[in-house]
T-cell receptor, first 113, second 110 residues
């Protein structure tokens, strides 16, 4: 139990739609990162937020966007969904500043049809 | 971009055997981490390594940060059924977040 909670656990969308995924970080953690994990692959870094500011971004297009709120919870938004966006989306929090060891939630399984 | 090569891809072992897996990188990392992922769950941190040459243990698990800072290994001694899962190495790429390997699937035969 990492104390990181994500919602929803599963989601089905159709191509072209928009989706919002939510994450509550562990108490006391001020950094949140999002990762995409395709089937059979390791997680791939999307972006990271530290004190409500984006603080690093992986190789993902602008239709992947995020927010971090004053209570350090976070959202991941994906616009214009594509079939290849089907994956497990993982949120992770860390205790102090960027690049610390991460504590992951159980993820949101997104299926795009 | 940075890539991690993790091997072996999968391992079939008998309960009680020792396990060894490793990870190599084309780039230097300042931090190496090892995670375990069970089906339907997110990765769980097992060991974090912060210094080149560092050897760290967590129960039956031992991991080392390579001297060149481009590799790391994880050993599991006396495997038990609950060790089954996917093990990932990850390197800290700074502002690029963590770079993960593709994982080692550990399967234990009773």
């Amino acid at each position: 139990e990492t104390g990181v909670t994500q919602s929803p656990t599963h989601l089905i969308k159709t191509r072209g739609q928009q989706v919002t995924l939510r994450c509550s970080s562990q108490s006391g953690h001020n950094t949140v990162s999002w990762y995409q994990q395709a089937l059979g692959q390791g997680p791939q870094f999307i972006f990271q937020y530290y004190r409500e500011e984006e603080n690093g971004r992986g190789n993902f297009p602008p239709r992947f966007s995020g927010l971090q709120f004053p209570n350090y919870s976070s959202e991941l938004n994906v616009n214009a969904l594509e079939l290849d966006d089907s994956a497990l989306y993982l949120c992770a929090s860390s205790p102090s500043g960027p690049n610390e060891k991460l504590f992951f939630g159980s993820g949101t399984q997104l299926s795009v049809l | 971009g940075q890539q991690l090569n993790q091997s072996p891809q999968s391992m079939f072992i008998q309960e009680g055997e020792d396990v060894s897996m490793n990870c190599t990188s084309s780039s230097i990392f300042n931090t190496w981490l090892w995670y375990k992922q069970d089906p339907g769950e997110g990765p769980v941190l097992l060991i974090a390594l912060y210094k080149a040459g560092e050897l760290t243990s967590n129960g039956r698990l031992t991991a080392q940060f390579g001297i060149t800072r481009k590799d790391s290994f994880l050993n599991i001694s006396a495997s038990i059924p609950s060790d089954v899962g996917i093990y990932f190495c990850a390197g800290n790429g700074g502002a690029d977040g963590l770079t993960f390997g593709k994982g080692t699937h550990l399967i234990i035969q009773p």
